[in-house]
């Protein structure tokens, strides 16, 4: 089954610089990353996703590249805020018409300090 | 984005006693929801996926006689933990499949068995 890997575990940055999070998956037919957030004791919530014809997405200050080669991507998040802290997951799936099952990476807690 | 409800928040129960969580799609409708187990600073671990109309598929290691899922309609999904225990005890969090692998969850139930 898909293996997912995530880097680093924790990060910190001062608001104002940028964050890079790094994931890497086993499964080459995998096509659908995306990328959940979620603060203290409440639901993962989708911030952005890309599909495997897509190399990189940018969403404001968010932006998801892809490497399919190398089979990781990457969660970019640039100008941090405070409001950005909270714990970032990265996912995998063979995404078709029918519903997939995601494989999580173990999440990344961001702190933001000021 | 798609919202997802999960009934109840919080339950605390007796060691020995079944506890039943709801989750809906309130605003389309989900032939696969998914139900994950989330332990304090862990990764989502996926369950089971819950088919509407079909059996549920559980992951492995999860025991399907223990944790009983029914999709009885295109928008609601229940899993109930039967005769739990302390071990028990964690965040449960389901999540409602979109369209092409996008995965919307719910707010997450937080099970404490005494």
């Known amino acids: 089954g898909e293996n997912v890997e995530q880097h680093p575990s924790t990060l910190s940055v001062q608001e104002g610089d940028s964050a890079v999070i790094k994931c890497t998956y086993s499964d080459s037919a995998s096509n659908y990353f995306p990328w959940y957030k979620q603060e203290l004791g409440k639901r993962p919530q989708l911030i952005i996703d890309?599909?495997?014809?897509?190399g990189e997405k940018k969403d404001q200050r968010i932006a998801v590249t892809l490497n399919k080669t190398a089979k990781h991507f990457s969660l970019h998040i640039t100008e941090t805020q405070p409001e950005d802290s909270a714990v970032y997951f990265c996912?995998?799936?063979?995404?078709?018409?029918?519903?997939?099952?995601?494989?999580f990476g173990t999440g990344t807690r961001l702190q933001v300090t000021l | 984005g798609a919202v997802v409800s999960q009934h109840p928040s919080r339950v605390i129960c007796k060691s020995g006693t079944s506890v039943k969580i709801e989750c809906r799609s309130l605003d389309f409708q989900a032939t696969t929801m998914f139900w994950y187990r989330q332990f304090p600073k862990k990764s989502l671990m996926l369950m089971a996926t819950s088919n509407e109309g079909s059996k549920a598929t559980y992951e492995q290691g999860v025991e399907k006689d223990k944790f009983l899922i029914n999709h009885a309609s295109l928008t609601l999904s229940t899993l109930t933990v039967t005769s739990a225990h302390p071990e028990d005890s964690s965040f449960y969090i389901c999540?409602?499949?979109?369209?092409?692998?996008?995965?919307?969850f719910g707010p997450g139930t937080r099970l404490t068995v005494l």
């Open positions: 999540s409602a499949d979109q369209l092409g692998g996008v995965q919307f």
């Open positions: 890309i599909r495997s014809n897509v």
């Open positions: 996912a995998a799936s063979r995404a078709s018409g029918t519903a997939s099952k995601l494989t």
